[in-house]
């Protein structure tokens, strides 16, 4: 079956950094989105890796290794805005999206 | 980004009625819309997938008469909750992309049903 595993919460302070990995199994493979939910709100797009590595975006980087099927969001200079839920979404060889319970990311001051 | 826009974003209905949930693509085409639900502290589930000017294709387990959906246009994409009942309440998201298959997915605000 299709799954993804990644914690359920987590809480870091603000102007830290924190790592929120996710391992996922899933029918083919055609690239890993990470977005990003607050409370009550749609998901907006973080980033995309199709390939194996580091792709870097301001704050934010994401990481693949598809022969281990797992990726992690490197957030760093944590800000209360980043106080949100991180979701972590394999597409498959359907080109689905494949959608876990995502992470809850608290920030303290 | 592209922009979409879902309407209404709260919805209150009484049990037994229709409420129609509309997503549109502001700036661009989207041939496809996705509709998701989503539960408090839930994954998003994929409803259905919407195609422009043909039906759509329901995930196993929604029911196709009960969700309605109809993309009527390459902006717009409605979906129609008939005859709700309270465990119908829920937090209802549309996207759409505006590429290929591989290109993210662009997201309406999303619209929160409470069915009393």
């Known amino acids: 079956g299709q799954n993804i595993d990644q914690p359920t919460e987590m809480t870091a302070t603000e102007g830290a950094i924190v790592q929120i990995n996710c391992t996922y199994q899933t029918s083919g493979f055609n690239g890993l989105f990470w977005y990003q939910q607050h409370a009550g709100e749609a998901p907006t797009f973080l980033s995309y890796?199709?390939l194996d590595g580091l792709e870097e975006k301001g704050r934010f980087s994401s990481f693949l290794s598809r022969s281990k099927g797992y990726s992690y969001l490197l957030l760093k200079e944590l800000q209360m805005k980043d106080s949100a839920s991180y979701l972590c979404a394999p597409m498959d060889s359907n080109y689905q999206l494949i959608w876990g319970a995502g992470t809850k990311l608290i920030i303290k001051p | 980004g592209a922009v979409v826009s879902q309407h209404p974003s709260r919805v209150i209905c009484k049990s037994g009625t229709s409420v129609k949930i509309e997503c549109r693509s502001l700036?661009?085409?989207?041939?496809?819309m996705f509709w998701y639900r989503q539960f408090p502290k839930k994954s998003l589930m994929l409803m259905a997938t919407?195609?422009?000017?043909?039906?759509?294709?329901?995930e196993q387990g929604v029911e196709k008469d009960k969700f309605l959906i109809n993309h009527a246009s390459l902006t717009l994409s409605t979906l129609t909750v008939t005859s709700a009942h309270p465990e119908d309440s829920s937090f209802y998201i549309c996207?759409?992309?505006?590429?290929?298959?591989?290109?993210?997915?662009?997201f309406g605000e999303g619209s929160r049903l409470t069915v009393l």
């Open positions: 996207s759409a992309r505006t590429g290929d298959v591989t290109g993210e997915l662009f």
């Open positions: 919407s195609n422009e000017g043909s039906k759509a294709t329901y």
């Open positions: 890796n199709v």
């Open positions: 700036d661009f085409q989207a041939t496809t």
